[in-house]
């Protein structure tokens, strides 16, 4: 069994977000597979969308938001006895190409490779695969050590990838499968006030990191100041449904 899975905490995405999610993927992931969102609220989800309650992690609500919740979907028994492969994808992710590559590939842990600093041991995780279950000392360490390991690593994927690269596991996705909206997509100032996002050539996923996110771009965007902007792109109207 295929896994797919997905996390909502918190007020930052609306349910519709969950249900674009699981929508795309139905259209680029032949069956059978599962579709499951972890989440503290699943009021709002589609049919068929398997909601598990959120993996708890004790935070400081004062704390700024680095994803570290993220880590939980590491841990054993995870929810209530998932076994096998599973891809995490954020919700913030546009699909426009198939997904069983994404399976199909060897690898123990596979993760984007990050953007901008491809020099460092730093993945992205909007998207990665891991064997459910195989990670639990990923997360003990951060429960055990979360105010060091906040204060050496930014964010959840940085200390993510650093651990898993310790464990000799941690291996990237082809380049061209997931590409950022922000560096391979926006036309550079000023044709983005007159032309749409480009497509990139071989993409299968497009991440839409920081800002702008899908919902903002679908019909036209203007970021701070007007140096970066987005006009309406029908492939993300296409495939954001």
């Not at 069983?100 to 901008?116: L, R, S």
């Not at 279950?133 to 906040?150: A, S, T």
């Not at 940085?158 to 000799?168: D, P, V």
Request: charged share 20%; aromatic share 12%; with cysteine.
């Amino acid at each position: 069994m295929k896994n797919v899975f997905c996390m909502k905490w918190g007020t930052k995405f609306p349910a519709s977000y969950v249900s674009t999610l699981a929508s795309m993927v139905k259209r680029h992931l032949p069956p059978p597979y599962r579709f499951v969102c972890f989440t503290d609220d699943s009021n709002g989800l589609d049919a068929g969308i398997e909601a598990r309650p959120l993996p708890e992690m004790q935070l400081d609500k004062a704390l700024p938001e680095r994803g570290w919740r993220k880590l939980t979907i590491l841990g054993n028994n995870l929810g209530g006895g998932l076994t096998g492969q599973a891809l995490f994808l954020d919700l913030d992710v546009v699909i426009i190409g198939g997904l069983q590559p994404f399976f199909d590939v060897k690898g123990e842990f596979i993760i984007v490779q990050e953007w901008n600093f491809r020099d460092k041991i730093i993945g992205n995780s909007s998207v990665f695969r891991f064997e459910i279950g195989q990670h639990q000392d990923v997360l003990d360490n951060f429960l055990e050590h979360g105010e060091e390991i906040r204060s050496t690593y930014r964010n959840e994927q940085a200390y993510l990838s650093h651990s898993i690269y310790k464990k000799e596991m941690l291996t990237y996705w082809n380049a061209e499968w997931c590409r950022s909206f922000k560096r391979h997509c926006l036309q550079p100032f000023p044709l983005c006030h007159f032309l749409p996002p480009k497509l990139p050539v071989g993409a299968r996923i497009i991440v839409f990191h920081g800002n702008p996110n899908p919902d903002a771009v679908q019909k036209g965007w203007v970021g701070h100041c007007g140096l970066r902007a987005a006009r309406p792109a029908q492939w993300i109207q296409e495939n954001w449904k």
